[in-house]
T-cell receptor, first 115, second 113 residues
Framework: GAGVSQSPSNKVTEKGKDVELRCDPI?????LYWYRQSLGQGLEFLIY????????KSGLPSDRFSAERTGGSVSTLTIQRTQQEDSAVYLC?????????????FGEGSWLTVV | GESVGLHLPTLSVQEGDNSIINCAYS??????FIWYKQESGKGPQFIID?????DKRQGQRVTVLLNKTVKHLSLQIAATQPGDSAVYFC????????????FGQGTELSVKP
């Protein structure tokens, strides 16, 4: 596609339920990133993929958070047993192969509200 | 993970004036820097980038300046327009940490017509 595509754009879920957020990167982009942005704050790194492997998972807040990428394209971020503090915008981004200097392009985000 | 403060700095300018948004970065090993613009309800939009072997780079109406001595980055917007109103984030890439970007706090730019 022309840009990074994320779905759903908005999700309201009950506390304790699991959610899956999907990201479809720009065609040809082998690197894929997940960030989280709480209301009025900056972006917090979660994880990035180079191909299907995740060299850096250091930003995942807890073991309730996981992400996978198969086929070197679409990625899914899963949050298990959601908590109210998980409410945020989850932003996906992609770029050409990871090295310092490749422009990283963001999607519009998935807005998650846990009630 | 990295976090930011709760209150965004705000810069208010008159339409047509030049804007300067500043950012202090944290790691002397950072070798690539990017400015993003984020409008309400949207994802960050790439504006301009600069590598650590440069101290200035110009784009269309925007200029980024890098001072590695004091770890400072600035974004200059010429002839600011109402459409420039947004939150602006600087981001740094630390050379030995792959593609991970560390984002700054963000500055809210408000342009008065």
């Amino acid at each position: 596609g022309a840009g990074v595509s994320q779905s759903p754009s908005n999700k309201v879920t009950e506390k304790g339920k699991d959610v899956e957020l999907r990201c479809d990167p720009i065609s040809g982009h082998t690197a894929l990133y997940w960030y989280r942005q709480s209301l009025g704050q900056g972006l917090e790194f979660l994880i990035y993929f180079q191909g299907n492997s995740a060299p850096d998972k250091s930003g995942l807040p807890s073991d309730r958070f996981s992400a996978e990428r198969t086929g070197g394209s679409v990625s899914t971020l899963t949050i298990q047993r959601t908590q109210q503090e998980d409410s945020a915008v989850y932003l996906c981004a992609s770029s050409l192969p990871v090295y310092s200097g490749n422009t990283i392009y963001f999607g519009e985000g998935s807005w998650l509200t846990v009630v | 993970g990295e976090s930011v403060g709760l209150h965004l700095p705000t810069l208010s300018v008159q339409e047509g004036d030049n804007s300067i948004i500043n950012c202090a970065y944290s790691n002397s090993a950072s070798d690539y820097f990017i400015w993003y613009k984020q409008e309400s309800g949207k994802g960050p939009q790439f504006i301009i980038d600069i590598r650590s072997n440069m101290d200035k780079r110009q784009g269309q109406r925007v200029t980024v300046l890098l001072n590695k001595t004091v770890k400072h980055l600035s974004l200059q917007i010429a002839a600011t327009q109402p459409g420039d109103s947004a939150v602006y984030f600087c981001a740094e890439n630390i050379g030995n940490q792959g593609g991970k970007l560390i984002f700054g706090q963000g500055t809210e730019l408000s342009v008065k017509p």
